[in-house]
């Protein structure tokens, strides 16, 4: 079997409204306040202040890379109001890494936006893209060292959150609204989530591939970073009956992504778990013991999937494997999937696919987007002190990058 070679980049990803704590200028601190349901963000991990404390965990765990996120509501709280404090903060925290060990992976947007920005539109005003672009210009400043940086994280989520954003403001909800689920814990369906997410309009994911496009000309004319963005990957197959529709939902919950991604150097894949797809649509994942505690399938399988998938359709465009994970309670299950997942990973390399790195969603049990409940972490967090403990999963982790790939039993 090819072994990833010792530039092979295993490490964690995070991203900054999830830990960092108080981004009260982003229009998710404004959503947590108004959703009924929703539970806040608050401190977080409070990893604005203990980044450094977070990255030696890793490192000291013989990982090599860490994706994080720069918060655009922080570097520019009012338009054109550009932070230096804010870019130096990220600038240290980029420079933390380097002498850690740790490859920085940046993200420049991680979903959340500016409260000011959500307020002149979102991703469909019309100054969308100069206002992401001139944010960019201020960004690449301090990204000097940095290998990978994706524009977006999960274009296709987003596009689905604007979609759904735009029909709840046209009084359109109810033709979205698959039944939530209410069942709690693992071998449920997840609390309080549509058991199925509605398709992006594609109008709106090319919108974002035009901005994407954009902002990749700025990240290659001002840094050596390879540029590209990173896709949810469903991991889609077709139940019986279901292959046309199968075409059709991928086309326009992720195949019009990896497709933007052509031109790119990189493209993140982002895979969980798997979504099958028969006549009528995506099939809800049913109950089953073995579900996460976000209600998927436990499917490590589908990273592989997933990689053999985004490497098809992009042509050939390198792989950086930008999250991949589960959300449990019992770590023993953490290690067993990953096991999996990663198995996943290496016969795609010995296939040929150029694989670039592996990095874990998530580093720390973080804020999951209105829910404190799922814990995706290497590496757990008291809410009150913000101790962190590492789990069993982390030394697991760091010992596979150790032994370069090598997995045990
Ligand atoms: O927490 C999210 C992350 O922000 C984007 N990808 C999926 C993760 C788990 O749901």
Redesign the pocket.
Same mark, same amino acid.
């Given at each position: 079997m090819r072994r990833p070679t010792p530039d092979f980049l295993w490490g964690a990803a995070t !991203?900054p409204h999830?830990i960092e704590g108080n981004n009260l200028n982003s229009d998710w601190w404004a959503t947590e306040r108004l959703m009924p349901g929703m539970e806040r963000s608050g401190d977080a991990c409070d990893s604005y202040h203990r980044y450094a404390e977070d990255m030696r965990l890793l490192a000291d765990a013989g990982l090599n890379a860490y994706r994080f996120g720069i918060e655009w509501a922080r570097i520019e709280p009012d338009p054109g109001h550009v932070s230096r404090a804010e870019l130096a903060h990220y600038r240290r925290m980029i420079d933390t890494a380097l002498q850690l060990g740790l490859a920085p992976v940046v993200t420049l947007n991680? %979903?959340t936006v500016p409260r000011w920005f959500a307020e002149e539109g979102g991703w469909t005003g019309e100054k969308a893209l100069d206002r992401f672009v001139s944010y960019v210009q201020a960004a690449t400043g301090i990204l000097d060292g940095v290998p990978y940086v994706a524009t977006f &994280? +999960?274009p296709n989520?987003l596009a689905m959150m604007v979609t759904l954003a735009r029909a709840v403001e046209a009084g359109e909800l109810a033709e979205w609204q698959s039944p939530t689920v209410e069942s709690e814990g693992e071998g449920g369906q997840g609390t309080g989530r549509p058991a199925v997410l509605p398709a992006p309009d594609p109008e709106i994911g090319r919108r974002l591939a035009d901005v994407h496009a954009a902002a990749r000309s700025i990240v290659r004319e001002r840094t050596d970073a390879a540029v590209g963005w990173t896709v !949810?990957a469903g991991a889609y197959t077709a139940a019986p009956g279901g292959e046309q529709k199968l075409i059709e939902e991928r086309y326009v919950r992720e195949d019009l992504y990896f497709e933007a991604a052509r031109g790119d150097d990189f493209v993140g894949v982002?895979a969980?778990s798997t979504q099958e797809v028969d006549a009528n649509g995506l099939v809800p994942t049913p109950q089953h013991p073995d579900n996460t505690q976000?209600g998927t399938a436990f499917r490590p399988d589908a990273l592989g999937m997933a990689i053999r998938h985004s490497w098809e359709v992009t042509g050939g465009v390198p792989v950086l494997v930008t +999250?991949n994970?589960i !959300?449990t309670a019992d770590d023993t299950r953490r290690i067993a999937y990953t096991r999996e997942a990663l198995r996943g990973l290496l016969v795609t390399a010995d296939e040929g696919v150029d694989v670039r790195g592996y990095l874990h =969603?998530?580093a720390l049990d &973080?804020y +999951? =987007?209105g829910h404190w409940e799922?814990t %995706?972490g290497l590496i757990a967090v008291d809410r009150e002190t913000f101790e962190r403990k590492p789990k069993p999963s982390l030394a697991w982790l760091g010992d596979v990058a150790r032994r370069g790939g090598v997995l045990d039993s």
């Open positions: !991203a999830q991680h %979903f &994280n +999960e989520m !949810a982002q969980y976000v +999250e994970g !959300a =969603w998530s &973080n +999951e =987007w799922p %995706f």
